[in-house]
């Protein structure tokens, strides 16, 4: 059996290595540990707002409550324990989060005894907690209580150890300075090594007060809907003034024959505007039929849209309808308009105009009932001006614009977005992750978009794909070459505030040409710094990251993009 009752000669993150996690950022006034952002309270509000929640549900309740904020909160530095010891001993990987809890302020935890067995699921932990948050919360304000009182404790030990080992731990708190023991004292095992484990069990979950409001706010939320007139359109998913007028426009569209021309820059969801006209619209039962005509060589475009007949030129061994036969009594959506031949020009205005058509090398007129929908990301006056796109058409066409919004101007909609995604690709990789990180999150809202919502989705799949299972998907999955704001502020070895990347004083140079001199690139340099932190590391990704102030997940970009396997 694996018992470590001493700590083993073996690197684990330091208070001073964990303390690099905290960054003060000047420039919008927040503070991030890790890629979560962090909140400094004073603990007599903390203390204030547990004696409103004893008061207003009592006691057990909010003894529930606090045990599950501390849940989460345990889950949260797991994850980020994982992250940043990388592969080192469960035992180690647990102590680390004694430096985290003393980071914190919360506790400092004298280990008594500490016993982890992963091949034979053995797990025992004693734990002396001195001077406890929660418990001097009782001491000093709150008075001292009939038991244990250090809930938000008991719930994060708990849920830090089981998402550490993978298996459910359950600690208890066996004396309590809050109920007037001389020490706070954890015990934890197993779950099932515990009699009353369904209770603790219990206390993790949702409470049913809490599910009685959900319930009573979905009521809410559906006799909202009943009455309300918010335009909304098929699939379509936002919340934003800019997204609302889209859909105001569309669905009136909708209840007409009238062409509608679409614009807006390339990404932003124009089939999907098109496809929620027509599911919209008394045409819902019948075809809708997309094109990207700049997909189409201009030579077969018309044979695409308008049918063919046999013979009508080489390789023409059959007839064969057009997409506008095929769309008859539905709807087409032509993309990327601007780019039809002459030719297809025409014989578009004549099926607007008419009604009817003619198929490539056949003199039959053929009569079709088909709503027309257009999109373009460039103008179609200035196509009209360069003499590239007929006007008539272009009028017949401009009937009813709807100029759809980049997604730069539906800030509101992109968390919202990217949550749909997320469960959309989740689903597609058989995972589930923890979701965005709050700096992943503030990286998608501060990026400009220039793909707008197609890059948006494509950025969340890589994230799903990079991210384990029961992982936060971090900015640098998002964003691989993102840097970290240099305007934030770390803690000094001596507790004080100081820039996190202090500008080197002018002239210090020689160090730089020499590395210039000796590598002669930018990717050398890189190349050569990541080699020797490895070397350093002894091949521990994770320390090499430490040393080189990087996160895990970015070194393992930079190795595979600089081809460099490790041992």
């Not at 694996?2 to 503070?31: C, E, M, W, Y």
């Not at 820039?499 to 020499?514: I, V």
Request: glycine letters at 8%; a negative charge.
């Amino acid at each position: 059996m694996n018992i470590a009752t001493k700590h083993l000669n073996i690197k684990h993150p330091d208070i001073k290595q964990l303390s690099k996690q905290v960054r003060f950022q000047n420039h919008d006034g927040t503070v991030w540990f890790g890629e979560q952002r962090m909140l400094l309270m004073q603990m007599a509000s903390l203390t204030t707002f547990r004696k409103e929640q004893i008061l207003t549900v009592g006691l057990e309740r909010a003894k529930g409550f606090f045990m599950r904020l501390g849940y989460s909160l345990g889950q949260k530095d797991a994850e980020l324990v994982k992250r940043l010891a990388g592969d080192i001993e469960p035992e180690e990987l647990f102590r680390t989060g004694f430096q985290l809890d003393s980071l914190k302020g919360s506790v400092k935890v004298e280990e008594l005894k500490l016993e982890i067995d992963p091949a034979n699921q053995h797990f025992y932990a004693l734990l002396n907690m001195h001077d406890s948050y929660e418990a001097e919360m009782f001491i000093s304000e709150l008075g001292l209580t009939d038991g244990p009182a250090c809930w938000a404790l008991v719930g994060h030990t708990s849920s830090f150890a089981s998402e550490l080992l993978g298996q459910e731990i359950i600690f208890k708190e066996i004396h309590c300075r809050g109920c007037g023991d001389q020490h706070c004292l954890f015990e934890g095992k197993p779950a099932a090594e515990w009699e009353d484990h369904q209770t603790y069990r219990d206390y993790f979950k949702t409470a049913p007060i809490i599910e009685e409001l959900y319930d009573l706010q979905n009521q809410v939320t559906e006799l909202r809907h009943q009455v309300d007139d918010t335009p909304s359109l098929g699939n379509l998913i936002g919340k934003s003034g800019a997204f609302k007028q889209v859909c105001k426009l569309a669905k009136k569209a909708a209840t007409g024959k009238v062409s509608v021309l679409l614009q807006g820059e390339t990404g932003v969801g124009k089939e999907l505007v098109a496809k929620g006209i027509h599911d919209s619209s008394g045409r819902s039962s019948q075809p809708f039929i997309a094109v990207n005509c700049a997909a189409i060589p201009p030579d077969l475009i018309e044979a695409e849209l308008f049918g063919v007949e046999k013979g009508a030129f080489t390789g023409a061994n059959t007839s064969r309808e057009g997409r506008f036969e095929r769309a008859h009594l539905g709807t087409i959506f032509l993309d990327e308009v601007v780019e039809l031949s002459p030719r297809a020009q025409a014989a578009l205005l004549r099926v607007l105009q008419e009604g009817e058509l003619e198929r490539v090398g056949d003199s039959q007129t053929r009569t079709v009932d088909v709503r027309v929908i257009a999109a373009t990301n460039e103008s179609l006056a200035q196509a009209v001006e360069a003499g590239r796109f007929r006007a008539d058409l272009y009028y017949r066409l401009n009937v009813y614009p709807i100029d759809i919004p980049s997604l730069r101007q539906r800030h509101e909609d992109i968390p919202l977005l990217a949550a749909h995604f997320l469960q959309k690709y989740e689903a597609l990789y058989g995972k589930k992750t923890l979701g965005l990180s709050d700096l992943a999150t503030k990286a998608l809202l501060n990026y400009d978009w220039p793909g707008n919502i197609r890059e948006l989705e494509n950025i969340i799949e890589r994230g799903v794909i990079l991210a384990e299972d029961s992982e936060t998907i971090d900015a640098d999955y998002l964003f691989p070459s993102m840097r970290q704001d240099g305007s934030s502020q770390v803690l000094s070895k001596s507790g004080t505030l100081i820039d996190s990347a202090p500008a080197p004083e002018h002239g210090a140079t020689s160090w730089t040409m020499q590395a210039l001199e000796q590598c002669g690139s930018l990717e050398k340099i890189e190349e050569a710094l990541v080699r020797f932190a490895l070397s350093e590391a002894e091949n521990n990704v994770a320390e090499a990251a430490r040393m080189l102030d990087i996160t895990r997940p970015t070194l393992a970009y930079r190795l595979k993009k600089l081809n460099i396997e490790v041992e």
